[in-house]
């Protein structure tokens, strides 16, 4: 571990719940009758899953949702609180039920099915008291959101705003309040088709820079792709006379085909800074960062189920330990490809001692 991280508070607020992970041989037909070929209930939700990755990697991380007194939620809790996850900050409603998901995880096309059932009561802000707000940010380093309970988490946001503790945002698809959040993050890490949803674009790449151009604070965005790496864009105030200027589809174009599809290792390539151009929405000066996924042999994959959160919650780690821009998506792939070697969100995550992550621990 890095000892630049020893001690590392990281503050999350958002979701938190209890996976039902039924795997198939096969995903059913309507009105089909199947077995499952292994079942696991374990604690989920993008917060949890993202905080839980950060601890096992070295930081402290301490956690704002809530959950409802009753066997799952208390689960829950016992389960964040193994992986030394701070709890003390959630609230817990003496009524109500803890927010749950069934996760169907289809064997034979390597893909999962999240049908969620949210808890109630919602959380919302006078859950949180002001006191116990600023206990939570005394120290940290880094806050992560990842868009739900927005009522709470803007709260949340200004107070970090106000402390100078930087924002990660995790933005996985369009939701209530996610804009608010979204003008005062610092990194973002987006799902694969939030981009172009956000920003109505027409490619990847362009919808990257227009969410540069709209978000005036953001340092870089992230688009993960699953299997196909993922695509960053860094902001450079380091424009100079000289830099050239490029149309941002064809940059990447050119990226993708300096790919080094041979490795099985994750591998990130990047452009110079260059000023990025997309037809119709504008230019920003920036790197382009294209990195490559793990190349898992397909008796290895397991669940792809919060590979995105195991992602997020490596960049949380990257970030306090200063990582650069290639070292940490290679180590962010490394990390989610580890997950994805067993059933569910957390099983399968690495603790900083783990080899395969020494490369990048030294």
Same mark, same amino acid.
């Given at each position: ?62 956690? =704002?949702?809530?959950?409802? %007194?009753?066997?799952?939620? $208390? +689960?829950? &809790?016992?389960? /964040? ?83 100078? =503790?930087?924002?990660?945002? %995790?933005?996985?698809?369009? $939701? +209530?309040? &996610?804009?608010? /959040? ?181």
């Amino acid at each position: 571990m890095s000892r630049a991280c020893e001690n590392t508070v990281v503050v999350g607020c958002g979701a938190v719940s209890v996976d039902f992970l039924a795997t198939v041989a096969a995903y059913p037909k309507p009105d089909e009758k199947i077995r499952t070929t292994s079942f696991k209930v374990q604690g989920g939700g993008n917060t949890g899953n993202a905080l839980t990755c950060a601890s096992r990697l070295g930081l402290k991380p301490r956690i =704002i949702s809530k959950v409802a %007194d009753d066997t799952q939620g $208390r +689960e829950v &809790l016992r389960e /964040l609180e193994a992986d030394g996850v701070d709890t003390s900050f959630m609230a817990v409603s003496q009524e109500g039920t803890t927010p749950f998901t069934y996760v169907i995880v289809d064997s034979q096309n390597k893909s999962r099915t999240c049908i969620h059932t949210p808890g109630y009561p919602p959380m919302k802000p006078v859950d949180f008291p002001k006191s116990s707000l600023l206990t939570a940010l005394n120290g940290a380093k880094i806050a992560y959101f990842d868009g739900r309970l927005h009522e709470t988490a803007i709260v949340v946001a200004h107070e970090a705003v106000k402390k100078n =503790i930087p924002i990660l945002m %995790d933005a996985e698809r369009l $939701r +209530e309040g &996610l804009d608010d /959040l979204l003008k005062l993050a610092d990194y973002v890490v987006c799902a694969a088709e939030f981009p172009q949803a956000w920003t109505e674009a027409s490619t990847v790449p362009k919808a990257l820079v227009c969410m540069l151009l709209r978000l005036s604070n953001i340092k870089f965005v992230i688009v993960t792709l699953g299997k196909d790496g993922c695509i960053m864009l860094e902001r450079s105030f380091n424009e100079g006379p000289s830099t050239e200027e490029m149309d941002v589809d064809q940059l990447l174009e050119s990226l993708e085909m300096r790919k080094n599809r041979s490795s099985h290792i994750p591998t990130c390539i990047s452009s110079s800074v260059t000023k990025l151009h997309a037809e119709g929405i504008g230019t920003v000066c920036g790197k382009l960062y294209v990195g490559t996924a793990e190349n898992i042999p397909p008796s290895e994959l397991i669940d792809t189920t919060g590979a995105g959160d195991a992602f997020s919650g490596s960049v949380l780690y990257a970030i306090c330990a200063n990582f650069t821009p290639e070292k940490m998506l290679c180590f962010a792939a490394t990390v989610a490809a580890s997950k994805c070697r067993a059933i569910g969100a957390r099983t399968g995550l690495p603790y900083h001692t783990d080899p395969c992550l020494a490369s990048f621990m030294n």
